[in-house]
């Protein structure tokens, strides 16, 4: 019998003005988690065992943004996000033969989220819901000399809906010979607790994921299609792994952009997104040398019809994405070299356009308006990390265990950009409205201490 317990509580606050400005935005963000678990293995023969666990997870997210002009409160904006998840176990595994091995069960599942974006908007009550889910499940693993095959399917009632989603899976490799296998991934995937995607154009907000009930009837349960295909290579040292893969998502849920403007729209858009690349790894394997080289070719494509009528590229959609590690052991010590490049994330760009209403003064003169949605891109993303870790032994005490880690992050201090957001900047003394950014930056050169000792 396992039983295990997991708590963490953070309290987080950042703080932003422009300079020679007296407008001050403190953003407060209290976040915390527990986890509690416990599961029961019982063998009732050699070849059949039964596994019976529990599972609880609570998650509370208390947001509070304050907007102060010379020290005088103008504006503040609270939400409040909540999950609670529980469920029950009940798993058999059955060895047919020393090859072949079938595992079936069932489990019951309970899922509570509470959302609230604050006075000014206003949620759907079904958005602060319970929802029960009954999970059927059945897999087969097959492993013979030359092949391994993995397949099973999860099917899901959502009770208070009464409609049923299925998850299919299949997992196959292929040994060549002594070097080379051939391998395949597809499957399909349901989640009905997802993260809300940001559209809109704000980036250089305070990260504050927020996360809702997906129903199915609604078409907002993620489904995601994924097949991939790909060789490993493996002699003499040298490990290359090459995989391609096709992933389609549909359900997404986005809050709706308002572009500064108060516009009629549903509050939650609906999309979906489109990734696909290949990823090739190389590995090689020295006397007390390791190198890793890892080189990533994507495309992610999002598509929310309630914000734009074209596809647009996602946030996070990286083209060129490589990643050199190198480490060299002698004794106790151990140097590492960690090297990160990628092709900058896109961002919007959006054009001063002239409110032609009656009896508009500045500074209101003219609004934001974004005719296309990430199509520029911020300069390309470079970091070295540079790590010494040393491992001394306790000849007197042999049970007694240290360690000594010393890191340099982004050791070439280069300023790698993020994010980039436009707004207006108006001149009181020209009266003029001008077009300017803010860019959020990740951190310089900072270096890391770590001693640990343990038994």
């Given at each position: 019998m396992n039983v295990g317990f997991y708590r963490n509580h953070q309290d987080f606050q950042y703080s932003f003005s422009f300079e020679g400005d007296n407008y001050l935005s403190i953003d407060k963000i209290v976040v915390d988690t527990r986890i509690a678990n416990a599961e029961l293995d019982y063998r009732w023969t050699d070849k059949w065992s039964i596994l019976f666990s529990f599972y609880n997870s609570s998650y509370t997210n208390n947001?509070?943004?304050?907007?102060?002009?010379?020290?005088?409160?103008?504006?503040?904006?609270?939400?409040?996000?909540?999950i609670d998840e529980t469920s029950y176990t009940l798993s058999n595994s059955i060895n047919i033969s020393h090859a072949w091995q079938i595992d079936a069960g069932y489990e019951f599942n309970i899922k509570e989220v509470d959302l609230d974006l604050g006075e000014h908007i206003l949620i759907d009550p079904d958005r602060n819901e319970l929802a029960t889910f009954q999970n059927p499940f059945l897999s087969s693993s097959l492993a013979k000399k030359h092949f391994t095959l993995d397949a099973g399917i999860r099917n899901s009632y959502y009770s208070e809906l009464k409609k049923w989603v299925y998850s299919p899976r299949l997992n196959a490799q292929f040994l060549i010979n002594d070097y080379w296998k051939i391998k395949t991934d597809v499957g399909i995937y349901h989640?009905?607790?997802?993260?809300?995607?940001?559209?809109?154009?704000?980036?250089?907000?305070?990260?504050?994921?927020?996360?809702?009930?997906?129903t199915s009837d609604e078409q907002l349960?993620?489904?995601?299609?994924?097949?991939?295909?790909?060789?490993?290579f493996n002699q003499s040292g040298w490990l290359v792994d090459v995989e391609a893969y096709y992933?389609?998502?549909?359900?997404?849920?986005?809050l709706s952009p308002v572009y500064d403007l108060l516009v009629s729209i549903d509050l939650f858009s609906r999309g979906s997104s489109v990734s696909k690349g290949i990823d090739f790894l190389i590995k090689k394997q020295w006397s007390g040398i390791n190198t890793w080289l890892n080189y990533s070719l994507g495309h992610i494509e999002n598509y929310f019809p309630d914000a734009t009528e074209n596809p647009f590229f996602s946030p996070n959609d990286i083209r060129h994405n490589v990643n050199l590690v190198t480490s060299y052991?002698?004794?106790?010590?151990?140097?590492?070299?960690?090297?990160?490049y990628h092709s900058g994330l896109p961002y919007t760009r959006p054009v001063l356009v002239l409110n032609e209403e009656e009896g508009v003064e500045p500074p209101f003169l003219y609004f934001l308006d974004y005719p296309e949605i990430n199509v520029e891109r911020l300069r390309n993303y470079m970091r070295f990390d540079l790590n010494v870790n040393y491992r001394p032994s306790f000849n007197r005490i042999p049970r007694l265990k240290a360690e000594c880690s010393l890191s340099v992050i982004n050791l070439l201090n280069t300023q790698n950009v993020v994010a980039r957001e436009y707004?207006?900047?108006?001149?009181?003394?020209?009266?003029?409205?001008?077009?300017?950014?803010?860019?959020?930056?990740?951190?310089?050169?900072?270096?890391?201490?770590?001693?640990?000792?343990?038994f």
């Open positions: 947001y509070l943004q304050e907007g102060f002009e010379d020290s005088l409160l103008v504006n503040a904006l609270e939400q409040f996000n909540s989640q009905f607790i997802s993260q809300l995607s940001n559209t809109n154009f704000d980036q250089i907000q305070v990260d504050n994921p927020l996360w809702i009930i997906n349960s993620q489904k995601s299609s994924k097949i991939a295909a790909g060789f490993v992933n389609k998502t549909t359900g997404l849920t986005s052991t002698f004794k106790n010590l151990q140097f590492s070299l960690n090297a990160n707004f207006q900047d108006f001149n009181e003394v020209t009266n003029s409205t001008n077009l300017a950014y803010i860019q959020k930056s990740l951190l310089g050169r900072t270096p890391l201490l770590l001693l640990r000792f343990y």
